[in-house]
């Protein structure tokens, strides 16, 4: 038989209170830090995924109630068959497709507009534990997006899991300065000239 559930005794707020951040959030970055500093853990953080036959809206939905701007799109297996950003979805890919196709904006899915996993360019676990933050910007710049994402091979060397994700957003949150996928610079001294800016 258990126990009976008793509740906790408590205090109250002291003043000046602060509250607990993520490390990855809180810690100081530079182009010159680990790049591993600016990468989301999905082994720390759950993925926020979406399958292929929801609407655009259902996606931009949850994008904005788990404060993400990027879905990884996922069958009932969590095989990853794309991903869909938000500017995938605000930019133009809807009204291209309606101009293919026809219909409503409502009636535009998830599989219409997203990214397929064939499409998606990934780094590797192995080569972020050696790069630094400018590092990752610069391969943002050349993959001319605003996320990439982070895999990790199992030990057939074939099978791929996503561990990560990199967000210039997030990058730029963490810099203390604007990082716009568009301004993206591949030397350290045009990193530091657009920072700057």
């Not at 002291?14 to 810690?27: D, F, N």
């Not at 809206?57 to 009932?76: C, F, K, P, S, W």
């Amino acid at each position: 038989m258990t126990q009976p559930y008793r509740p906790l005794s408590h205090a109250f707020l002291a003043p000046k209170s602060t509250y607990c951040r993520p490390a990855s959030l809180s810690q100081k970055v530079t182009l010159e830090s680990p790049a591993m500093a600016v990468m989301t853990d999905l082994e720390r953080v759950m993925a926020v995924t979406i399958g292929p036959g929801n609407s655009i809206e259902t996606a931009n939905q949850r994008m904005i109630a788990a404060g993400v701007r990027l879905l990884l799109v996922a069958d009932d297996e969590q095989q990853i068959l794309g991903l869909i950003t938000a500017n995938d979805i605000l930019g133009e890919k809807p009204l291209k497709h309606l101009q293919r196709t026809g219909g409503t904006f409502n009636e535009i899915l998830v599989r219409d507009i997203m990214t397929p996993q064939q499409a998606l360019d990934v780094l590797r676990l192995r080569d972020v534990f050696r790069s630094r933050v400018g590092d990752i910007v610069a391969t943002l710049k050349s993959f001319g997006r605003q996320h990439a994402l982070v895999v990790e091979t199992g030990e057939d060397g074939d099978t791929q899991r996503v561990r990560g994700i990199f967000s210039a957003t997030q990058i730029g949150r963490q810099l203390g300065m604007t990082v716009a996928p568009g301004e993206i610079a591949g030397t350290f001294a045009e990193l530091e000239a657009v920072l700057l800016s």
